[in-house]
Structures are given as structure tokens and as C-alpha cells.
């Protein structure tokens, strides 16, 4: 029997493996079974000498992890394998792989107390003449270090025997795990949606990074603040914790401070950032939302520019609410000229649903139009902005009653630009798109288009009635459509 299967099958001296309850989705309990024993035997073929057992496993095993309904007990039995001390270095190749697909577990309950002797055995493995065995000790310490009930002694441990005589690469180790205990956070820098870098902190201690003019230095973090007194781009003061914020210089760019004030923290953060990079926006995006929903106040300019930036389905379901929240303020006349114009706030919000908005945003948008409550259009910005943003997602995403609120606009005869009266206007734009959305040829029903460059890069083919009668045309034409359905 290898060493890896023997940690499936013995009962290791500090945790057990345990089994959630099966919901009713998923495996029942005698299935629990079976698949702990199939997992410990393709396991077992994974560290096999032959190539095509290796291979067959891999495989088998890769199917699994691709079933959602076996997730989470795989990623208990996964966690088990990577805390064996003697675990091979393929082995744990393939399952630290597969662990960063599957969802987070909750720390293993413990069997028995941990005593000095069995820290001490670990130590004493980190110099082993083995990588596998030596990186398997490592791992096992760390996460010894992540429970809260094992730091303190475990902790003593490695400061006792730092104060021996140790091999240069055993005293690196338990120093880099020494410092796990000491608390820390990570800058991130997001640019273009994409997490770009970070910068690992320990708080309270100053890091001058290789060319920085200035130390970074925050003296204090918790889950919803941390202050800094030194910064690169940052200026002192306090930033939010958890969420985005504005990078004070570029546009394009946010920061996200994550809070590490555990070894259980940094070590999960070291797993968190391997997994999908869009969903990891996704939920730092929902995060920030919901955050500045409850704050229930105006959006600053950064921060109504950095909805770009965020996940286009959370800023969507974020703007429909916002809207209805908060009331519509003119941005001050220092603010930037943009492709809208000097717009007011609501204005920005729509703007960016108009840009890639996504039917999320609907129920909240119809609803504020109704209420009337953004500001009139103005000459430094002449765009009805919360319109384009409703006919930019119904042209894009269209919500399932889209085509009855297209029919319900038709009737309406103003401009969708203030000012420009041979421009385009709501209700020829709203029936252009209803008859592009049932196959039918807008020049038949007499409109005719009324293009303006905003608009196009917007997704919104602007149009006009060419008369009166052409309005009616299609009228008539939609109630004949109601009719037959």
C-alpha cells in the first residue's frame, strides 16, 4: 500500500475526515462511501509506475471534479490528501489542481489534541531528503498554524526550535511560517477588469519597494477600514476594506485592500487568487455595490467612473436600484467633459448601462423613468440618456416584456436628443427595433433613420417617422401581432 493511500485509510493523529450530510441532490451516505473508495483507489493508480494507470486516473478523476453535485465532498477528501506529510509530488500536483475548481471547505474537525511531539516530528520532516515529504510537512504546519486552537503552541514550537542550530533551508521555512502568524493584508491594483498585481503588507511595518519614492506603510486594518500612513499612489488617510475604490489617478484603475490578519486568512488568499479571475471581479463587484446601496448617497465622479470597470451584471443590478434610491444631482462645472457631455449623475449610471448594460438593470430603470427621476437634459449634455440606456439593453439583452414596452413608447413623440428636432426620437427608435425584432423592413412602415454618433456607439440605431400615418401603421400592425398571440 503507498504512502498516500495509507492516509486515506488511517486515522490521522490531528484530524478526521468528515463526510457533509447529503443533501438531496446529492450523494446519498452509502455513495459517500463508495466514492471515498474509489477516490482512494485512483488515488493510489495516480502514484502508479505505469504510465496508462496514471493517465486512466487522472482522467476518472478529472471527470469527477467536473461534476458540480460531487464538489464539495471531493474538496474534503482533497483537503485530507494535501495535509499527509508523505504525499508524492505528482499526487499532490494533480489535487492542488483540481482543489482551486472546487468549492472552499470549512476546517477539519479535529480527532485528537496536537502535541509537541507531533509538531516536532514535522519540523524535523522539513529537512528530509525528499521534496514530496518536505513540501508535505510544510503544508501540514500551515495549516496547523490556520487553526486557531493550534497557533499559539504550534507557534512556540517553531520560535523554540529557530533557536537551535537548524539547516539553512529548515531555518527559511520556519521563519516564512513564523511570519504567517504576524498580521498582514494585500493591495490589489485591478486595470481594465483584469487583476494586474499586489502588494503583500504586514501591518504596522513599512515596505520600500525596489524604485518606490516612498515606503508603503498601513499601521491598522480591519474587515471595513484600513489606515494608511504612507503610499506610492495613495495619500494618507483611510480606505475601505473588501471592496473597490478609485485609483486616485487613473480612470481605468481600482484598488482592493484585502484584510489577512490570520494565518487561516493568508493561507486561504493564496488559493483564492488562483480561481477564475472574472468571477473573482464578480464578487468583488457585488461586494462594492452593495456597500455603496446602503451608504445611500451620491456617487463621487471616480467612483461613478469605476462602474466601467466593475462586472457589467452586478453594475447593471446595483444601477436599477441606486436609481430608485437616490435622488439625480448635476455633476459640478469642474468635472470632465465626457462622450455624454457634462451629464448629472443618474446620467453616468445610464450612460454606462447604455454602454453594456445587461436586463438585470430593468425592473429598477423602467421604474425610476416612471418616476421621473432624472434631470432634464442641458446643452453641456442634450442626451436622454435613461432612454438610450432602456433601448441600448433592449437591442442587447432584452428583458421577456422588452417588445411591450418598445409598442408602449411608440406613441411618444420626443427627442432622444434635446434640442436636434430633425434628430432621432423615442417612439420611431423604440418601433424600428420592435419591427428588427419580429423580422419585419422598417422602410415599410414609412421610418426612416436618423443616425448621430453617440447613439451608434451606443448600440442604438436611432430613427423617425417619415408622418403621422407611419406611426399609425405600425400601431395598427402591433395590434394585429397581439391578436394573433
Known amino acids: 500500500m503507498s504512502r498516500t493511500i495509507a492516509i486515506l485509510c488511517l486515522l490521522l493523529p490531528i484530524s478526521v475526515l468528515v463526510w457533509p450530510a447529503a443533501a438531496e441532490d446529492g450523494p446519498t451516505v452509502d455513495q459517500c462511501r463508495e466514492l471515498r473508495s474509489n477516490v482512494a483507489r485512483l488515488l493510489k493508480e495516480l502514484d502508479s509506475d505505469q504510465f496508462e494507470a496514471r493517465r486512466r486516473a487522472a482522467e476518472e478523476l478529472e471527470a469527477m471534479v467536473a461534476q ?95 533557536g537551535e542550530p537548524l539547516e539553512v533551508e529548515v531555518a527559511r521555512r520556519l521563519r516564512e511560517m513564523l511570519e504567517l502568524t504576524r498580521p498582514a493584508m494585500v493591495a490589489e491594483y485591478w486595470e481594465g477588469r483584469h487583476h494586474l498585481g499586489e502588494q503583500h503588507l504586514l501591518v504596522g511595518v513599512p515596505s520600500m519597494a525596489e524604485g518606490a519614492q516612498r515606503p508603503s506603510h498601513f499601521d491598522r486594518i480591519d474587515d471595513e477600514t484600513a489606515h494608511c500612513i504612507s503610499g506610492n499612489t495613495l495619500s494618507p488617510g483611510d480606505y475601505p476594506v473588501a471592496v ?62 469605476m462602474l466601467a470597470q466593475l462586472d457589467p451584471k452586478e453594475v447593471s443590478r446595483f444601477a436599477g436600484k441606486y436609481l430608485c434610491a437616490v435622488e439625480d444631482e448635476q455633476l459640478p462645472s469642474s468635472a470632465r467633459l465626457r462622450a455624454a457631455g457634462r451629464t448629472s449623475r443618474h446620467g453616468m449610471v445610464c450612460f454606462q448601462l447604455a454602454v453594456e448594460g445587461t436586463n438585470d438593470a430593468m425592473p429598477g430603470l423602467l421604474t425610476a423613468i416612471a418616476e421621473k427621476r432624472f434631470l432634464p437634459p442641458t446643452t453641456m449634455s442634450p442626451y436622454r440618456l435613461h432612454l438610450l440606456a432602456a433601448l441600448s439593453v433592449a437591442a442587447r439583452d432584452p428583458w421577456p416584456e422588452a417588445d411591450a414596452w418598445l409598442a408602449d413608447q411608440i406613441e411618444r413623440s420626443e427627442l432622444l436628443i434635446d434640442g436636434q428636432s430633425h434628430g432621432p426620437e423615442l417612439g420611431a427608435t423604440a418601433a424600428a427595433l420592435l419591427l428588427q425584432r419580429r423580422g419585419q423592413v422598417r422602410l415599410h412602415f414609412g421610418i426612416r433613420p436618423a443616425a448621430e454618433s453617440l447613439l451608434i456607439r451606443l448600440g442604438v440605431d436611432g430613427h423617425r417617422f417619415t408622418s403621422d400615418d407611419a406611426r399609425k401603421r405600425v400601431l395598427q400592425w402591433w395590434r394585429q401581432q397581439q391578436k394573433k398571440s
Open 68 to 162: 458540480s453535485a460531487l464538489g464539495r465532498l471531493l474538496a474534503v477528501e482533497f483537503q485530507q490528501v494535501l495535509l499527509g506529510p508523505d504525499v508524492s509530488f505528482e499526487v499532490r500536483w494533480h489535487v492542488e489542481r483540481w482543489m482551486t475548481r472546487l468549492p472552499q471547505v470549512e476546517k477539519l474537525q479535529v480527532a485528537a489534541d496536537v502535541k509537541p511531539e507531533h509538531v516536532g516530528r514535522l519540523i524535523d520532516k522539513l529537512g528530509d531528503d525528499s521534496y514530496a515529504v518536505r513540501l508535505g510537512a510544510a503544508r501540514r504546519l500551515q495549516w496547523l498554524l490556520s487553526q486557531s486552537e493550534y497557533l499559539p503552541r504550534v507557534k512556540q514550537s517553531i520560535e523554540s526550535r529557530l
Open 244 to 305: 473597490a475604490f478609485p485609483h486616485p489617478v487613473s480612470e481605468t484603475a481600482f484598488f482592493h485592500l484585502v484584510n489577512l490578519s490570520t494565518p487561516r486568512r493568508r493561507l486561504a488568499y493564496s488559493q483564492y487568487v488562483k480561481k477564475n479571475e472574472a468571477l473573482r471581479l464578480a464578487d468583488v463587484s457585488r461586494r462594492t455595490l452593495d456597500r455603496l446601496l446602503q451608504q445611500e448617497r451620491t456617487l463621487t465622479e471616480p467612483e461613478l467612473m
